[in-house]
């Protein structure tokens, strides 16, 4: 392996999709913002209780960032654990659908990363596999759905969606080892990108394969723990493949 370029035997890259090509974040930002007013507004109109926009909004964060560390993605799950945390009971889990329904008509508008869409480029014209290892979005999501509006969605060669038709998610290892048999490859000779230490990196890591961390907002602490390669914009890369 060339020391300049170090994944320089590499025959796949796969990326996750969710704040690695896209900004999920900024959008699902904007949807729990909304998803907290409309808490708010349900619980005056029923007369349940009276609790203040910031503190709802809190409590929704919270929980949606811890959830979400834990691999719950049922965003209806989301919603009833913070009402939970706020004390509140006897909500109907319909109600929960109608905020899971507004959150994705919020949060599935999410902008490609411009230097994404020019690496994915270039991995084309080097002639990669490209896949694409990503977890399903839950109960009232549609993951299928969201990844198949991504601009550049025609050039993957393979695409994985932990937590459907039968794969369990990531942070197991079954996503990856999929993904090398569709692609015919041994792990070694696959790459993973992705903004998730532990669910991108470490699994695919103990699946065999080299992991490239992108730590955009250069959060994450000692991340060379988690993979053999940090970067913060992916265009970086094209040095390294």
Known sequence: ??????????????FDYDNTLVDFQSSSIKALDKVSAEIRDYLIDEAKEDISLSKIKQVVFDTSNKLDEEG?????????????ALGIKGVDRSQFYDWTNLYWSIASQSEPFP?????????VNKRYVIGMITNSDGEGGNKKKRISKF???NVFNVVIIGGEDGIK????????????EKASLSPDKCVMIGDDPVKDCLASKKAGYNAILVDRSNKVKFPELYADFVTYKLVDLEELL
Do not use: G, H
């Open 1 to 14: 392996m060339e020391l300049s370029r170090p994944f320089s035997a590499a025959k796949a890259v796969f």
């Open 72 to 84: 719950v993605v049922d965003r209806n799950t989301w919603w009833s654990s913070s009402l939970d």
């Open 115 to 123: 230097d994404a869409l020019q690496f994915l480029d270039y991995l």
């Open 169 to 180: 998610p990531k942070p197991n290892i079954d996503p990856f080892i999929i993904a090398c």
């Open 151 to 153: 601009p550049l969605y």
